[in-house]
């Protein structure tokens, strides 16, 4: 069974999420719309920048723990699998279904949420909180 704290963590990282994915966008427009660089180099730039910020917003809302050096420099190792899935569905989205790489991104975040939460939640959840069964 899940416990109250998992869902309630679930819920904080999807807000986070939106918070986040909104930050990511913004810079991604801008990198890609008004500085002109190519979609793909827009997309890693933006997610870096954004990465940063999510790794503070999660670490004091969703999952109340104090953000140290250690849980800094794990953190993005759990965006491997993120930036792989969100890279990956991008490049589907845009390059070979053709669709607008100005949304694309939306798309390819959203397929991300779940794998982002799971690992996010292994590295900035204190370890006395009780894990779902």
């Keep these: 069974m899940i416990n109250s704290t ?3 963590q679930a819920i904080r990282f999807v807000i986070i999420g939106f918070v986040n994915t909104g930050n990511y966008y913004v810079l991604y427009l801008l990198f890609y719309t008004v500085l002109n660089l190519h979609y793909m180099a827009a997309h890693i730039l933006a997610f870096v920048i954004s990465m940063v ?3 503070f917003l999660n670490s ?3 999952y109340q723990s104090k953000p140290t050096l250690k849980k800094f420099f794990q953190f ?5 699998v993120n ?3 969100t890279t990956t569905a991008l490049y589907i989205l845009t390059d070979l ?5 100005k949304i694309t991104p939306l798309f390819a975040s959203v397929i991300a949420i779940p794998f982002t939460f799971l690992l996010s939640r ?3 959840a204190d370890k006395h909180q009780p894990e779902p069964e």
């Design 97 to 101: 279904m053709g669709l607008n790489g």
């Design 60 to 62: 004091y809302f969703t």
């Design 122 to 124: 292994k590295i900035l």
């Design 53 to 55: 910020g999510s790794f």
């Design 83 to 85: 930036i792989t899935v």
């Design 6 to 8: 998992f869902i309630k």
């Design 76 to 80: 993005p190792l759990t965006y491997v």
